[in-house]
């Protein structure tokens, strides 16, 4: 940790991150290429998200692109490869950002193209500025993406609009984007809000937030059999986890009898040490 509070847990050729009021922000820093990833950056991705979901001193991520940019996808040059590897490799970095434990936020501008749009869909929230555009253009390559990230490009945009991106390969523009939803805020500066809305999502329950999260993406189900007309994963919650929740849950009723701000202390270690690999 610096003087400044910033710091690196990783030291990877193409990104930059640095970590202020808790918000952690990973930049894609390669302008020369529009931020194009390479395959050494799409590798190192796992490692970086696995380093933040490991410091409970980071409570969001915002994820970046240097230069007026987010991402121009994968480098071109680099997928002369066999399918095999490249799905391994994106689908591997894409998972690793969908399925974190700590909230990440899409600061978006410029361009962000094919894998670019689909590793802002893979993050929890997207905060896009005016004029930015996106698309998944592997057809004009001769390139089938990953299932994992095809899929969940579906679950963000809709089935129909993913099929059109992925179909034609057109390039769409923000006012279109912002039509269907893909964006949860509008800003002109999109990483100010972002780290504005991480720093707003540090002071809540990482409880709440991680199972949530879970709950979500199918990893926390239920245990038990619950009422007749329940759910097939409602049920009884794991033990572990309610005994989270009553200590959680009082720090929150006493905050909020006393007006104040929750002051909770469940971090992601305690979800890791509770109930998840």
């Known amino acids: 940790?610096?003087?400044?509070?910033?710091?690196?847990?990783?030291?990877?050729?193409?990104?930059?991150?640095?970590?202020?009021?808790?918000?952690?922000?990973?930049?894609?820093?390669?302008?020369?290429?529009?931020?194009?990833?390479?395959?050494?950056?799409?590798?190192?991705?796992?490692?970086?998200?696995?380093?933040?979901?490991?410091?409970?001193?980071?409570?969001?991520l915002v994820i970046t692109g240097a230069g007026g940019h987010f991402s121009a996808g994968s480098d071109i040059g680099d997928l002369g490869v066999a399918l095999p590897d490249f799905w391994q490799l994106n689908s591997t970095a894409e998972a690793a950002v969908a399925n974190s434990s700590t909230p990440t936020i899409a600061a978006i501008e410029g361009n962000c193209v094919g894998g670019g749009t689909e590793i802002a869909a893979a993050c929890d929230i997207r905060i896009a500025a005016p004029g930015s555009i996106f698309g998944?253009?592997?057809?004009?390559?001769?390139?089938?993406?990953?299932?994992?990230?095809?899929?969940?490009?579906?679950?963000?945009?809709?089935?129909?609009?993913?099929?059109?991106?992925?179909?034609?390969?057109?390039?769409?523009?923000?006012?279109?984007?912002?039509?269907?939803?893909?964006?949860?805020?509008?800003?002109?500066?999109?990483?100010?809000?972002?780290?504005?809305?991480?720093?707003?999502?540090?002071g809540l329950s990482r409880l709440s937030q991680i199972g949530a999260k879970e709950i979500l993406d199918g990893r926390l189900t239920g245990q038990g059999t619950g009422p007749a007309d329940a759910g097939a994963d409602d049920g009884v919650p794991p033990e572990w986890l309610d005994a989270a929740y009553q200590e959680e849950i009082a720090r929150g009723q006493e905050a909020f009898f006393a007006k104040r701000s929750p002051e909770f202390t469940f971090s992601k270690s305690d979800w890791n040490d509770g109930g998840r690999p």
């Open 1 to 60: 940790m610096t003087a400044d509070g910033s710091h690196r847990p990783v030291d990877h050729e193409g990104f930059d991150f640095t970590v202020s009021g808790g918000v952690g922000t990973l930049v894609i820093d390669r302008t020369e290429k529009r931020n194009a990833l390479s395959r050494p950056m799409w590798r190192a991705i796992p490692e970086i998200i696995a380093s933040v979901d490991a410091d409970d001193s980071i409570g969001a």
């Open 136 to 202: 998944v253009t592997a057809a004009k390559l001769g390139l089938v993406y990953p299932p994992g990230p095809t899929r969940r490009l579906a679950q963000v945009l809709g089935d129909s609009w993913a099929r059109y991106l992925l179909v034609t390969a057109s390039i769409v523009k923000f006012e279109q984007m912002d039509e269907l939803g893909f964006f949860h805020e509008v800003s002109d500066s999109p990483r100010a809000a972002a780290q504005e809305l991480g720093e707003r999502i540090v």
